[in-house]
Structure formats: C-alpha cells, structure tokens
C-alpha cells in the first residue's frame, strides 16, 4: 500500500495539538485536501493561539484545559468564554460544519471566537482562547463531521481606531505585553514605526506597511545562521525574506515593545470556494499563521501581515501585492478584518455570494469593505 500522505512531520503538526510553534522549521505543504468547510462568511480556521516568546519559538504561558465543554440542553456543547472577549455575547454568527479529509486530527478547527459545538466526540478547549480539541483516542478520521457555532466581532476600523488603548485586562497584560528576547535594533525600529500614532490600529497599519516595503515572502528563505537566535531580528536586518510563522511573529514583537497586546495564531486560511455549492476546499497549503492583536472593550481581532509582504522576487510595480501573491500563493492570500479573523483566499472566489454579503451589510464594516475590494479583484482574474 502507498503510504499516508499525511505521514511527514509537518502534516502532523498541522493536525495534532502542539504546544510550541518554531520559526525556524521550513513549512512543506502540499495540495492535499485536509478538510472542506460549510460556512456562513469565510473566515480564518483557527487551531490555537501562542502567547510566549522566546526568540525562536512560541509556547503558552499555560496549558490549563477544561476536559469537556459544558452540555448544553439545546444540543450544543458550550465554550467557556475567556472573560476578556466579549464577541462571544455581542458578535455576529458564523455557523460552519467542518468535514475532515486527512486521516487524523486532534484540533477542531473554527472561526474566532467558538461559542459552541456539536460533535460525536468529547471535545476539550483551552481556557486562554477557546481552542478546541480531543484526546489521541478520540482523533477525529477521514469523513467525520463536526459543527462550530462562533461568534465574530462587528468591529470597523473606525472603531477599532476609536478603541481606547487601556484598561488592558490583567491576564492579557501579564502575557501578551511581554516582548520577550527582543534586539536593540529591533525595539527602535518598533519605536519609530509607531512615533506619532495615537492609537493601536494604527500602529498596526504602520508596522504591516513598513514590512510591505521592506520584506518578502519565501519558503525557500535561508534560515538564521548558527549562533544567531533572534529569529525577528535575523527576519528585519539579515535575510529580509521569510514565510507567515516569522512575519507574523515580527508583528506581535514589534507590537508588544510599543505596549499593543499581541500574540499569534495558527491554523488555516479560508481556502478556495465551490462556485455552485460555496463550500471552501481547504488544502495543506492553506496552512497559515497570523497575529492577533486585542484592543479593549472590542477583544481579540485578527490581523494578517504577510498579506502586505510581496512574494520574493516579484518586480512589476504596477501589480497589486493581492495581484502578486494570487499567482503564487493559493489559499495563503488573505487580508486582515475587523471581525476577528482573516478572510478570502485568491481566485477563484465566490464573487456573487460575497458581494451579496456585502450588499447586506447595513454598515460599511472593515470586512465588506475588504470584500468589495476582492470582488474588484478577482474580476481581473476571470
């Protein structure tokens, strides 16, 4: 028999609940189908967040795990809210049933933030972030299906621009202001990227632009040299070339030395839509990671910096980095939005459906403004 496609160690660590993520492992993805999604909007599916830095890799500061979702009489397994995010009560629904098409997963993926589940299995969750996952004994295999209720942020960046900027809830400022190893050059670039702005959105809009400008993405960029163990630091001044799990992360470091809680999260892009159906196909490729940055009184919203950062070697000026990465790039394009996630992966998309979506919307939120955009977008690509 062929052995599993899903067999290498990188697979595994798509699938399985690790507990740290290292930027010096050179993700190899292929287009083997992991999973197709049912949805209400497209989102980024998120596996788990990382909290603590430590130069080269991502951990948490706590495993701390509540084994089984509270039972809830309306057929629902319900998610214990962290106290600090308030989508779960105020965000708007996103409804999504994941069917699995690799062998094995431990992780229950969903759109931030899940609120409940209905699964054959005893589904766990982290208690820092809502993460959602069963034992080994209970991996979910081949064709099982599962459904996660979520309940995402209405926020535009006009609010999150308007978000004060404290008070910042003890348990983020204990963990997600902490830069952890962070270079002298590093802290003043931060600083000067961020002088003048007044307010957090900002400061992420100006730090995402200076990396537009001055980075790009690769698999194949070369990795620190021995010795070196700044992996944000060799990114910005050495080899100027990376992939999302370090561009991601020079975001959340640069954000934390200005005081903006940040941390990173990781699991897959939206994938590419079925016209007719709109179910999302969603592929080993499309594994991806992103930053998420809290802003109080709104919650965690996610943020997607390698959609600013052109692919290397990419030399045409007049094309858009949407335009750029869309060539390269298939479920890796997405673009950040005010309702927690990311959305949208490249060409094909489901133009008529999202543009009724954004039709619907009674107010201009960053995500149909985002999707507006893409429409135009894409019908460059027919």
Do not use: K
Not at 199 to 228: C, F, K
Not at 264 to 278: R, Y
Not at 295 to 318: C, K, Y
Not at 344 to 363: F, H, K, S
């Amino acid at each position: 028999t062929s052995p599993d496609p899903f067999s290498d160690p990188t697979s595994g660590e798509l699938l399985s609940f690790t507990d740290q993520m290292d930027t010096h492992v050179r993700p190899r993805l292929s287009d083997r189908v992991v999973m197709t999604v049912d949805a209400q909007r497209p989102a980024f599916w998120r596996g788990t967040t990382f909290d603590v830095w430590d130069g080269r890799r991502w951990t948490r500061a706590s495993d701390a795990r509540y084994p089984q979702l509270a039972p809830g009489s309306d057929g629902w397994d319900h998610v214990y809210p962290a106290p600090e995010d308030p989508a779960p009560d105020h965000g708007i629904e996103n409804r999504q049933t994941f069917t699995m098409a690799a062998p094995y997963s431990e992780l229950l993926f969903a759109a931030a933030s899940p609120v409940a589940v209905r699964s054959d299995r005893f589904v766990g969750q982290m208690v820092s972030d809502g993460s959602l996952s069963v034992g080994r004994d209970e991996a979910l295999g081949r064709g099982t299906s599962y459904t996660v209720l979520s309940r995402e942020p209405n926020a535009t960046s006009a609010t999150l621009r308007a978000a004060p900027t404290r008070p910042v809830p003890r348990n983020v400022a204990h963990i997600d202001l902490e830069p952890g190893p962070i270079t002298a050059r590093v802290r003043t670039l931060a600083h000067s990227l961020a002088a003048g702005s007044t307010n957090a959105y900002d400061t992420v809009q100006r730090i995402m632009t200076w990396l537009g400008t001055h980075t790009e993405y690769s698999l194949d960029a070369p990795l620190p040299p021995e010795g070196v163990h700044d992996s944000v630091d060799w990114f910005l001044f050495g080899s100027h070339r990376g992939w999302c799990e370090q561009i991601s992360t020079s975001l959340a470091v640069m954000l934390r030395a200005n005081g903006v809680p940040a941390r990173v999260a990781t699991g897959f892009a939206t994938g590419t839509s079925d016209p007719v159906t709109g179910r999302y196909t969603v592929r080993e490729r499309d594994a991806h990671a992103w930053t998420e940055v809290y802003f109080p009184g709104i919650g965690w919203q996610g943020f997607d910096p390698t959609s600013a950062v052109p692919l290397a070697g990419a030399t045409a000026p007049s094309r858009s980095v949407l335009d750029r990465l869309g060539d390269h790039l298939v479920g890796l394009l997405v673009v950040a939005v005010g309702f927690g996630i990311a959305l949208i992966g490249v060409p094909p998309v489901l133009r008529a459906v999202r543009a009724r979506r954004a039709r619907r919307a009674t107010v201009p939120t960053w995500a149909a403004e985002t999707l507006a955009e893409l429409e135009r977008i894409g019908a460059r690509h027919q």
